[in-house]
């Protein structure tokens, strides 16, 4: 299945003024973390000889990947005997994409779009194995004192919104989102390439933009200066899902299986367990995210949209495919069906 994926979930994650910046590259520092959660850290292993290797492409940085370093570095993986390691410092999801359909991982971590994308090519065949996150994380946001409140104010109003690329997730659901309230997204507004999150900042600070579409922890961080305009977390559309290659799933569905039981076990800890949610975040992101209040903003948004099961549900890849087609970019003909993307996937 070929490659055409989308840039909308990559972020170089910018603080400004008095917040540090930080970028990507960050989140693969978080080693030696404590403390762990002795009840569910399975005892360390003389070596990880036993433990098959699992190797994540996840394109860019958000406060997503949070149950990643459950995993990793809280005794998930352990406990399902692998050993996950990411890589996330890509230029996007397009980049990601083309590393992984070059050989290069086992995971990949796209969006919906990005999956179809690949699928619809047929040069290489994925398999979509589950969920992370069950709705988009994006929000609509604007100045404090913009005119802007919600999306119905922009009907005829030539708004510029400003998305991190031309055909990113971030760009459908803007899209969707204004079909769906008969607005003519390539009329009635205009959407922008503005790029990474401190270039959207910055632009909504100059006002050569009037809206963007942020994710966590930016919008979270500067919540003094923005306000939100419009949230998807309404319809279950997932923005994260886990997709591998099928034939490294026929040849090896336990490795998987393994890997998706991890998953579901760390995600489903931390939202049973608040407090065992906030400690991974501090662990994984607390070096970047300085303000205690800031970080627990960002749990308590995840706790609803990461998937505690991580399971890919029918509804969710008919909410997707019609979010796909309602966007105006993806046509009807050709998509995948629900089983072709899931014939492969292993129970877990």
């Known amino acids: 299945m070929e490659l055409s994926f989308h840039g909308g979930a990559e972020m170089q994650i910018s603080r400004r003024n008095a917040i540090t910046l930080f970028g990507a590259a960050a989140l693969g520092a978080a080693s030696g973390l404590t403390p762990l959660r002795s009840s569910l850290v399975a005892a360390k292993a003389s070596g990880s000889d036993d433990r098959e290797k699992v190797d994540i492409l996840m394109a860019g940085a958000s406060f997503y990947d949070v149950p990643y370093y459950a995993m990793r570095d809280f005794g998930f993986a352990e406990q399902h005997n692998i050993e996950v390691e990411a890589t996330q410092n890509f230029d996007g999801g397009s980049s990601a994409a083309q590393i992984f359909a070059g050989g290069f991982g086992d995971v990949l971590i796209s969006g919906m779009n990005g999956v179809v994308a690949i699928g619809r090519e047929g040069l290489i065949d994925l398999t979509v194995l589950g969920v992370w996150t069950k709705y988009p994380y994006h929000r609509v946001v604007g100045k404090k004192d913009s005119e802007y409140t919600a999306l119905e104010d922009l009907r005829g109003s030539g708004a510029v919104i400003g998305v991190s690329g031309s055909g990113s997730f971030g760009d459908l659901l803007i899209r969707d989102a204004l079909v769906t309230l008969g607005i003519d997204p390539d009329a009635e507004v205009e959407i922008v390439n503005a790029g990474g999150a401190a270039a959207q900042v910055a632009a909504l600070d100059s006002g050569s933009i009037d809206l963007s579409l942020l994710l966590p922890p930016v919008y979270v961080i500067e919540a003094d200066n923005l306000q939100t305009v419009h949230r998807f977390n309404q319809v279950e559309v997932p923005s ?109």
């Open 240 to 348: 994260s899902v886990f997709t591998a290659r099928t034939g490294d799933v026929e040849d090896n569905p336990e490795k998987f299986a393994n890997f998706m039981g991890a998953y579901a076990d760390a995600a489903s800890a931390m939202i049973d367990d608040p407090a065992f949610a906030l400690e991974v975040a501090d662990a994984s992101w607390g070096d970047g995210i300085d303000d205690a209040e800031v970080l627990k903003a960002c749990v308590d948004e995840f706790l609803g949209i990461w998937s505690a099961d991580g399971l890919f549900t029918e509804a969710q890849y008919d909410n997707s495919i019609a979010m796909l087609i309602n966007s105006g970019l993806f046509e009807a003909e050709g998509m995948p069906s629900f089983e072709e993307m899931t014939a492969a996937a292993p129970e877990f």
